[in-house]
């Protein structure tokens, strides 16, 4: 089946730890992007990219860091710069044919 | 800057009515696309409806539907004969058809009581 998987589901990073959250989508999608939701929020968004080797920064890019090597790949990696880190991340990618979204299942990081 | 607006942070309805959730959204673009996500407590994001703003027709998907004003820049979705499995946060979103990015409104917490 096509879609975007992300893991791990849960991950627990000790302070200043660097953590990666990975996510791979096989539907052909150009663009993909990551996203953070606190809890009873809305999803605010951190990185984008619409092409390989090519990544913008988003609303609340302080902190993160991506790349995008590979068209299926946009792994996210949450620096120990990055003071509240535990949230909701999703991962999403999209094309420009029906212009909506796809959407993983989710990383749920806490910071212990 | 486009913006997202749900003025409903929390609504309820009784099983089997039917419900409306209000967005309203800020653009000068006259080209793009609006959605309705729904976010269950697994936390997947489903799509539920998706319209384009060039076609004046009301998108459907069975229970759902939505009242598109595009004049008015509203994007109501109505859930008819609610089912407990309606329960979830539920997004309104915007994105321009030129462009890549989404911006999403704040959410909308539906409650479906039995």
Redesign the interface.
């Known amino acids: 089946d096509g879609g975007i998987t992300q893991s791990p589901k849960y991950l627990f990073r000790k302070e200043g730890q660097n953590v990666t959250l990975s996510c791979e989508q096989n539907l052909n999608h150009d663009?993909m992007?990551w996203y953070r939701?606190d809890p009873?929020?809305?999803?605010r968004?951190i990185y984008?990219s619409?092409i390989v080797n090519d990544f913008q920064k988003g609303d609340i890019a302080e902190g993160y860091s991506v790349s995008r090597e590979k068209k299926e790949s946009f792994p996210l990696t949450v620096t120990s710069a990055q003071k509240n880190p535990t949230a909701?991340y999703?991962c999403?990618s999209?094309n420009?044919g029906?212009?909506?979204?796809f959407?993983g299942?989710?990383t749920r990081l806490t910071v212990v | 800057a486009q913006t997202v607006t749900q003025s409903q942070p929390e609504m309820s309805v009784q099983e089997a009515e039917t419900v409306t959730l209000s967005c309203t959204y800020d653009t000068s673009e006259s080209d793009y696309y609006l959605f309705w996500y729904k976010q269950p407590p697994s936390r997947q994001m489903i799509l539920v409806i998706r319209q384009e703003a060039y076609k004046q027709q009301n998108a459907t998907e069975n229970r759902f539907s939505v009242n598109f004003q595009k004049a008015a820049k509203s994007f109501s979705l109505k859930i008819s004969d609610s089912q407990l499995g309606d329960a979830a946060m539920y997004f309104c979103a915007y994105r321009k058809s030129s462009g890549q990015n989404f911006v999403f409104g704040p959410g909308t917490r539906l409650s479906v009581l039995p």
């Open positions: 663009a992007y939701q009873g929020q809305g999803l968004l984008y619409q909701f999703l999403a999209s420009y029906t212009g909506r979204a959407f299942q989710g």
